[in-house]
């Protein structure tokens, strides 16, 4: 019986080695597909790309080259707007008489107006409208680069209290009757207001341990400590003028609290746009550094920004221009709020195009707000403040509407 058993045993286990060998090769088999298809994938990484879609030269512009041509246009149209700017008002002029009084003015030409007309072209309306374009440019400006510090879409170049600082000192000026210091007076009322602010925001947050690490001035204090300051200021100008204002003083005060281009000369332009070009510039060619800040404070020190001297000294070149731009216009609204907004619609949130293009929208938006001041109700002049708060109003709405629908 034992051989018997041990070919029993022998007989039994070759079915369990042919069910060995048929598991082994229905791996191999599986396996198979799975090489093919790692052979397959190979060969397509190998093989060159497919030929480009007929759409693709449909593509749209690189933003490079779309900046470019929004540049040019914006630029073309300022040009024409100063000029045609000038031509509008009272005494009919012709866009070659403009140019042929700049250009005797510069030294390029003979002149050909009589003195009379020429004065009007040169010493009336084409110092106005040079200083609406410096003060609308650098309006938007600074409204971009408040945007971008605080990280707040509502900012704009008054959010440190600089206009009601400004406010105090021209309305202790008008009071007092010494009008020739009222650029000096608005200039020195912002650069306080603006100590005023940057002191507060940054014991507030030594005090809250926000020093240590080396950032006391955090956005959401700033705005704070700037909504502060300004009510405080706002309250010295009313005060100032319910106890000393009487007579004509109560409409020069009006009038510069709601902004007024009126009565602005050559020495206006100079310094609008000295400031633009001293101030504007350095704040447009730091634009890397708002694209950093716009990532928040962690992000651009990863990036290698030291955030808070950068954020002390982009802060104090918009207070210092803000300054400069109100001490010849007074209050002007709205301007550094929506121009920043409408420019992110064409060319995005780059602060490389962003900040130049706003400036050129600044300058040819205020251009045609201050005419539009001098002209709609002739020989009545509105102050400029109120023509741009009855069209930036209802844009900013519209802003706020496509943003929510997009």
Not at 124 to 136: F, N
Not at 185 to 202: D, E, I, P, R
Request: aromatic share 4%; hydrophobic share 55%.
């Amino acid at each position: 019986m034992k051989p018997v058993d041990g070919a029993q045993r022998v007989d039994g286990a070759q079915p369990v080695e042919e069910a060995h060998r048929v598991e082994e090769a229905q791996r191999v088999d599986e396996a198979q597909p799975v090489e093919e298809g790692h052979r397959v994938e190979e060969a397509q990484r190998v093989s060159p790309p497919p030929p480009a879609a007929p759409h693709a030269a449909r593509t749209p512009p690189a933003r490079g080259v779309r900046t470019a041509l929004w540049a040019v246009a914006l630029g073309a149209l300022l040009a024409a707007s100063v000029i045609a700017a000038v031509t509008i008002g009272p005494a009919g002029l012709a866009p070659t008489d403009v140019v042929a009084s700049v250009l005797a003015h510069l030294g390029l030409g003979e002149p050909t107006l009589t003195p009379l007309r020429d004065g009007i072209v040169w010493e009336l309306r084409m110092p106005r409208v040079l200083t609406a374009a410096a003060v609308g440019a650098g309006l938007a400006i600074c409204g971009a680069v408040m945007q971008a510090l605080t990280r707040n879409p509502l900012a704009d170049p008054y959010l440190l209290g600089l206009s009601s600082g400004a406010s105090v000192g021209a309305v202790v000026v008008i009071v007092l009757g010494v009008g020739l210091l009222l650029p000096v007076a608005a200039f020195a009322g912002a650069l306080a207001a603006l100590v005023a602010t940057l002191a507060l925001a940054g014991a507030a947050g030594r005090a809250s341990g926000g020093g240590l690490a080396g950032n006391p001035l955090s956005p959401t204090r700033t705005v704070l400590a700037g909504l502060a300051v300004s009510s405080m200021f706002g309250a010295i100008t009313s005060l100032v003028i319910f106890w000393s204002a009487t007579g004509d003083s109560y409409r020069e005060i009006l009038n510069w609290l709601l902004g007024s281009l009126a009565g602005t000369d050559w020495a206006s332009v100079a310094i609008a746009g000295g400031a633009l070009v001293a101030i504007g510039i350095p704040l447009i060619a730091s634009a890397r550094t708002l694209d950093a800040f716009a990532f928040g404070d962690a992000a651009a020190s990863a990036l290698g920004v030291h955030v808070g001297r950068s954020r002390v000294l982009l802060l104090g070149g918009t207070a210092l221009l803000t300054g400069a731009l109100v001490a010849v216009s007074g209050s002007i609204g709205f301007v550094g709020l929506i121009l920043p907004h409408g420019v992110r619609l064409l060319v995005g949130s780059r602060h490389r195009a962003l900040l130049p293009l706003s400036a050129l929208a600044g300058a040819l938006f205020l251009v045609w707000a201050d005419t539009a001041a001098r002209t709609l109700f002739d020989p009545r002049e509105l102050p400029v403040g109120i023509i741009t708060a009855l069209v930036g109003g209802p844009v900013f709405a519209l802003l706020l509407m496509r943003r929510r629908v997009s």
